[in-house]
C-alpha cells in the first residue's frame, strides 16, 4: 500500500509539474498575443510582423497564405494592412480563368514585385496595370505573382505550379541584382528559407539538380503537423525558435546546447556578392569560383524559363532593378565605408577589385537580348533619378526595398517602355508610339 501511495503521490506531482508548465507556455503564449507586432521587433526581427503571410510549399518552398493578413510596420513608420487574396496573390481578386477579351501580364520577382513596405495602389505592379489600361483598347489585368525571398528558381517554379494557370499573354519576370545571385546559393540561414525549408541547387552535366533542405529536419519525413502548425502560429516559436529571433540568437551564443542550431546558420560569408559588379566576373579566375558556378546556374534556369514560356505560346520580358548603392553616391559611400570597416565581410584575393557598379545588370541585359528577349533596365532611370536631385527611391537599413515613390518611377517607366516599344500589340492592333 505504501508503495502504491508514493507512486500515486509521484504521478499527482508530474501531473501538476506537467500542467504548471503547459500553463506557463500558454501564459506566454497570450502575453506575447498582445504585445503590438512592433514592439515584438525588440525580440524578433522586423520579417516576423510577415510570417503570418507565408505557408509551407513543398513546391516552392514557402508561399503565400490565401486570405492571410498582417500590418506591416515599414522603414518611414507607415503601417500598411495586407490582405493576400483567395489564391495567394499581394493583389486584387484574379481567377484563375481569364475574362474574354482581356490582355494579362503575369509579373515573376521577389520582395520588390510583391512590394509590402507600400500600399497596395503604390506599388508598380498595379500602378503598370492603371497606366495600361489607359494605353490598350483590351481590358489589362496584371498579375503580380512577387513572393518575398523568392530567387530565380522559386521564381521558374511559381510560374510552373501557379502563374501559368493564370493564361498570362506575357510573362514579365522582374530580377534584382541585390539578392538574386545570393538567393541560388540558397542556405537555410536564408529568412523565409529558415522558418519553412527551400530547394539547394546544383548542375550536374548542365542539367538542374534540386534536393529539398530545411533549417531543422528535412520535410516531410520528420517535420510533424504540430510543429508546422506552431510554426505558423505561435508568436512563441518565433521568439525561441525562429533561427532570427535575437533570444534565440542570445542562448545560442552563450550556451548552444540550449536551442537547435545547422552548421550552415554559422556561416558568415556575407559580402561575396560584391564581386558581381568586377568587370567580366563571369570569367575572371581571380574571383572566387562560386560566382561562376552561380552565374551557370542562373544561365541554366533562365534558358528554360524562356524555353517554357515560350513552349505555352507566350512571350517573356524582363525587367531588371538595381541595388540601391549602384545608383545613389551616399548609399555606395556608405557600403565603401562598411566594407573597409569590417562591418561586411569582403574576403582578401590579392587583386584590386576593378568595380563597375552597372556589371550585374549589363550582363543579363546581354545574356537576354541574345535570345531577342526584350529588357528594361532600370538603372539608367534611377541613376538619372539621383543626379538629377531626386529624393530617396529606397527604404533606409539593410531591406532597402523601393519606397512609394522608387515604386512610382518603376511602373511610370515600365508602362512607357511597354507602350513605346509597342511590346503589349493586340492582334490587328498597330503601334502608334
Not at 121 to 126: A, G, I, L, Q, R
Not at 128 to 135: A, T
Not at 144 to 161: A, C, D, I, K, T
Request: some cysteine; glycine content about 8%.
Amino acid at each position: 500500500m505504501r508503495n502504491g501511495r508514493v507512486s500515486s503521490g509521484c504521478l499527482v506531482k508530474v501531473v501538476v509539474v506537467v500542467l504548471g508548465v503547459l500553463g506557463g507556455v500558454l501564459l506566454l503564449e497570450a502575453g506575447l498575443r498582445l504585445v503590438p507586432a512592433s514592439m515584438l521587433d525588440a525580440l524578433v526581427e522586423r520579417t516576423s510582423q510577415r510570417l503570418a503571410l507565408y505557408r509551407l510549399d513543398p513546391r516552392l518552398g514557402w508561399s503565400l497564405q490565401p486570405d492571410g493578413t498582417t500590418v506591416i510596420t515599414t522603414k518611414d513608420s507607415r503601417a500598411i494592412p495586407i490582405q493576400i487574396n483567395s489564391l495567394g496573390l499581394r493583389d486584387t481578386e484574379h481567377s484563375y480563368e481569364k475574362p474574354p477579351g482581356t490582355y494579362r501580364l503575369l509579373m515573376l520577382g521577389d520582395s520588390f514585385t510583391e512590394a509590402l513596405d507600400v500600399y497596395l495602389k503604390e506599388s508598380f505592379p498595379y500602378r503598370v496595370e492603371q497606366c495600361l489600361n489607359g494605353k490598350l483598347s483590351a481590358p489589362v489585368e496584371v498579375i503580380n505573382g512577387g513572393v518575398s525571398g523568392y530567387g530565380p528558381w522559386e521564381e521558374y517554379l511559381f510560374y510552373q505550379n501557379e502563374g501559368a494557370k493564370y493564361n498570362p499573354d506575357v510573362v514579365v519576370w522582374v530580377i534584382y541584382v541585390g539578392n538574386d545571385f545570393v538567393n541560388l546559393r540558397r542556405t537555410t540561414d536564408s529568412r523565409l528559407a529558415a522558418g519553412f525549408g527551400a530547394y539547394r541547387l546544383e548542375l550536374q552535366d548542365d542539367k538542374i539538380v534540386s534536393s529539398w533542405m530545411s533549417w531543422d529536419e528535412p520535410y516531410p519525413q520528420n517535420v510533424n503537423s504540430l510543429e508546422l502548425f506552431l510554426r505558423q502560429h505561435s508568436r512563441l516559436w518565433r521568439v525561441l525558435f525562429y533561427p532570427e529571433s535575437k533570444i534565440r540568437q542570445m542562448l545560442v551564443g552563450t550556451r548552444k546546447n540550449i536551442l537547435p542550431i545547422s552548421p550552415v546558420l554559422e556561416e558568415n560569408d556575407a559580402g561575396w556578392d560584391i564581386y558581381l559588379h568586377t568587370r567580366n566576373f563571369t570569367n575572371n579566375d581571380a574571383l572566387p569560383f562560386e560566382l561562376k558556378q552561380v552565374w551557370q546556374l542562373f544561365e541554366a534556369i533562365a534558358v528554360e524559363m524562356h524555353r517554357t514560356v515560350q513552349a505555352d505560346g507566350r512571350r517573356l520580358m524582363v525587367v531588371i532593378i538595381p541595388a540601391d548603392y549602384q545608383v545613389s553616391n551616399e548609399k555606395r559611400m556608405d557600403l565603401v565605408r562598411q566594407i573597409d570597416s569590417g562591418e561586411i565581410a569582403f574576403p582578401d584575393i590579392g587583386v584590386l577589385v576593378d568595380w563597375v557598379y552597372d556589371e550585374p545588370n549589363a550582363t543579363i541585359a546581354r545574356f537576354f537580348e541574345a535570345r531577342q528577349v526584350p529588357v528594361l533596365d532600370m538603372f539608367p532611370h534611377f541613376q538619372r533619378h539621383y543626379l538629377d536631385g531626386g529624393g530617396p527611391l529606397y527604404f533606409e537599413g539593410l531591406e532597402s526595398h523601393l519606397n512609394k515613390d522608387g515604386q512610382r518611377l518603376m511602373g511610370d517607366v515600365m508602362c512607357e517602355w511597354l507602350g513605346r516599344n509597342g511590346l503589349l500589340l493586340l492582334p490587328g492592333e498597330v503601334n502608334n508610339p
